[in-house]
């Protein structure tokens, strides 16, 4: 069965950076993509962006660009997300999605990012 | 961006009885491939969503159905023929014809 499985909660410092990874099994790696969502307390849903896990292609939210990169490791079917240049307001819990006919299907339980002074 | 604007943001049902959610987009979600990208996803309490429908009216694999999905162009409706306890929760429309963009949510609770 389909499982993406996220990395653990995270409290960082502002100003710091947050590396997300969702590991994927139960599935081709390489013949769908991953989406990034992350959800602020209380909040509703927000689509980060998306990267291609056949060639590492991309395509980012406005707001995110330049604050985000997103990987692929095909060798251990991961997926990463790293957001930098941390603000209180990225305190979130952080969601990866597998793409299909653009939209997720399925979806990691989500990691909790804190960010505290 | 493309706005999705859900009404209402919450209601309240009692089980057994039906239930309706309206997502409307503020440009039309037609693809020129044919294919209308409107789903439909629930968010249980401390659950991570999960995608009840795709492309406006198909049931994903495992989906009761009770629920349903249908629409058009820019206006698009979930319906739950007979709403039961389990499906609480909060439910979101997204659309993905551009960079996807979700709606506000629309909380649904049983009286």
């Known amino acids: 069965q389909v499982q993406l499985v996220q990395s653990g909660a995270e409290v960082k410092k502002p100003g710091a950076s947050v590396k997300v990874s969702c590991k994927a099994s139960?599935?081709?790696?390489?013949?769908?993509?991953i989406s990034w969502v992350r959800q602020a307390p209380g909040q509703g849903l927000e689509w980060m962006g998306w990267i291609s896990a056949y060639n590492g292609n991309t395509n980012l939210a406005q707001k995110f660009q330049g604050r985000v990169t997103m990987t692929t490791e095909t060798s251990t079917s991961t997926a990463y997300m790293e957001l930098r240049s941390l603000r209180s307001d990225d305190t979130a819990v952080y969601f990866c999605?597998?793409?299909?006919?653009?939209?997720?299907?399925?979806w990691g339980q989500g990691t909790l990012v804190i960010v505290s002074s | 961006d493309i706005v999705m604007t859900q009404t209402p943001l919450s209601l309240s049902v009692t089980p057994g009885l039906p239930a309706s959610i309206s997502c409307k987009s503020s440009?039309?979600?037609?693809?020129?491939?044919?294919?209308?990208?409107l789903y439909w996803y629930l968010q249980k309490p401390g659950q991570s969503p999960q995608v009840l429908i795709y492309?406006?009216?198909n049931r994903f694999s495992g989906v009761p159905d009770r629920f349903s999905g249908s629409g058009s162009g820019t206006d698009f409706t979930l319906k739950i023929s007979r709403v039961e306890a389990e499906d609480v929760g909060v439910y979101y429309c997204m659309q993905s014809i551009q960079l996807p963009t979700f709606g506000q949510g629309t909380r649904l609770e049983i009286k």
């Open positions: 440009q039309s979600l037609l693809h020129s491939d044919g294919k209308t990208y």
């Open positions: 492309e406006v009216s």
């Open positions: 999605g597998r793409v299909r006919t653009r939209g997720l299907d399925y």
């Open positions: 139960g599935y081709s790696f390489r013949n769908y993509g």
